[in-house]
């Protein structure tokens, strides 16, 4: 009677572990991203009062990474990313008070930075191929300084709009296509005029996410 007592509650906890995995387990995706992003910030890069780039952002620009999905709701989840960005651009260094002997030369001016967005996601529908809408937070990492007298913020606040579609491949795995807008908040060089508008780091983000559940 002991023994099938023991065999019973053996049983018992093993079936409320595996349904409390299970249960754990389907709130979480996991996924890489590759984005393709297009620098719509302005043409005039200024990193002091009288000194800066005027940017020709015809560099191709790119993002990739990994993103960590949870689920609040079956149709509201939690999102949160690790990735790595290239911003280059050509840039014409100007000075506003200097007397240049010489006029300055376009140059490629390498930007890279580590971004961890924060951001909420909204699926509109349960179906195989559903749309969603994202806002979140994006906290930037700058990896380099674009050059001269230049100093950039150690860490920079962001934000990130957007949406896309999803569609289901398998009972775990799914594609999403998705175009998102981000812009920076807080100033991404510390010596920028403070009377003006400061420079503003903007794109458009067109992304492909490849996701599974765990």
């Not at 993002?63 to 949160?80: A, C, D, P, Q, R």
């Not at 969603?132 to 990896?143: Q, Y």
Request: hydrophobic residues 40%; proline residues 4%; contains cysteine.
């Amino acid at each position: 009677m002991k023994i099938k007592i023991i065999v019973f509650l053996e049983t018992f906890l093993c079936c409320i572990s595996v349904s409390i995995a299970q249960e754990v387990t389907d709130k979480f995706r996991i996924g890489i991203t590759a984005n393709w992003d297009k620098n719509i910030s302005a043409e005039r890069l200024a990193f002091g009062k009288y000194t800066g780039f005027t940017a020709d952002y015809n560099q191709f620009n790119y993002s990739f990474g990994g993103i960590l999905e949870y689920f609040l709701k079956s149709n509201l989840s939690l999102n949160g990313a690790l990735n790595y960005t290239n911003r280059d651009f050509t840039g014409t260094y100007f000075c506003d008070v200097c007397d240049f002997e010489f006029p300055p030369t376009p140059e490629e001016v390498d930007f890279r930075f580590i971004e961890v967005p924060i951001t909420v996601k909204y699926y509109l529908s349960p179906n195989n191929i559903r749309l969603f809408g994202e806002l979140g937070l994006n906290n930037i990492f700058p990896l380099n300084n674009p050059g001269y007298e230049a100093r950039v913020n150690s860490y920079v606040i962001g934000y990130k709009l957007g949406g896309g579609l999803e569609y289901t491949m398998s009972q775990k795995t799914a594609l999403q296509l998705s175009l998102s807008y981000n812009s920076t908040i807080s100033k991404l060089f510390k010596d920028a005029y403070y009377e003006g508008p400061y420079f503003r780091l903007k794109s458009l983000q067109f992304g492909v996410v490849l996701l599974k559940k765990l």
